[in-house]
């Protein structure tokens, strides 16, 4: 029954490699999320989609990219891993746009987490 | 002024406790008002979505907003064991691609 899903539970790696995180969604939805997640600084949004090869800078998108070639996938690359970028990344994923009390837009879907470490 | 505010805690109740968790917000256009619940190593998921202002419940949970006062409640009856979780609370403005603004959490914990 899983709906989202990030590729990778736990990874680690070194300082200055290519770290790609990858998301799938089998639920049609047209909007795709990338947040980080770190004690204290809660949820941060780093990109979003809302259509494919769509992609809109968040609130901390600095080190960070993304690609989203299909409906269902959306990964995130982090070109040149840091140690500050070590923390849980959290794929969520919604329908349609907001507006409306019915906005299926604010209802995200989240996968369960990819917990990265950078040494 | 951070837009949301919520108490990190963690809160800590006995079973059958009546929980009462908390966000004050600082940008009137929030229409849409979300809380979402997340276990220790899982992503969140969607508990309470109200629209406006007023209450709504389901369950043993309900939602307050008084958007006068830049306020949104959660409030749970008869806590359980197994609503211990960390409860974020969620915002939007009615926009056609605005995002979702969280809280930083809430970390309740339930002892039997």
């Known amino acids: 029954d899983v709906k989202v899903t990030q590729s990778s539970r736990y990874l680690v790696k070194r300082t200055g490699e290519k770290v790609f995180l990858e998301c799938v969604q089998d639920?049609?939805?047209?909007?795709m999320f990338w947040y980080r997640q770190d004690p204290g600084l809660g949820l941060r949004l780093i990109y979003f989609?809302?259509?494919?090869?769509?992609?809109e800078k968040g609130d901390i998108p600095e080190g960070y990219s993304v690609s989203r070639e299909k409906k269902e996938r959306f990964s995130l690359i982090l070109e040149s891993a840091s140690t500050n970028q070590t923390s849980m990344y959290l794929c969520?994923?919604?329908?349609?746009?907001?507006?409306?009390?019915?906005?299926?837009?604010?209802?995200?879907?989240f996968g369960a987490g990819s917990r990265l470490t950078v040494l | 002024q951070k837009e949301v505010e919520q108490d990190p805690g963690p809160l800590s109740v006995p079973e059958g406790a009546i929980v009462s968790l908390n966000c004050t917000y600082s940008?009137?256009?929030?229409?849409?008002f979300m809380w979402y619940r997340q276990y220790s190593r899982k992503g969140p998921e969607l508990l309470m979505y109200?629209?406006?202002?007023g209450n709504k419940e389901d369950g043993r949970f309900t939602a307050q907003v008084d958007k006068s006062s830049k306020y949104i409640s959660l409030f749970i009856r008869d806590s359980q064991p197994s609503d211990s979780a960390t409860y974020l609370c969620?915002?939007?403005?009615?926009?056609?691609?605005?995002?979702?603004?969280f809280g930083k959490g809430t970390m309740l914990l339930v002892s039997p």
């Open positions: 109200t629209y406006s202002s």
């Open positions: 989609s809302y259509d494919v090869k769509m992609k």
């Open positions: 969620a915002m939007s403005s009615n926009s056609g691609y605005s995002t979702l603004t």
């Open positions: 639920m049609d939805h047209e909007n």
């Open positions: 940008n009137s256009a929030f229409q849409y």
């Open positions: 969520a994923s919604s329908s349609g746009l907001a507006g409306g009390p019915g906005s299926g837009a604010n209802v995200l879907t």
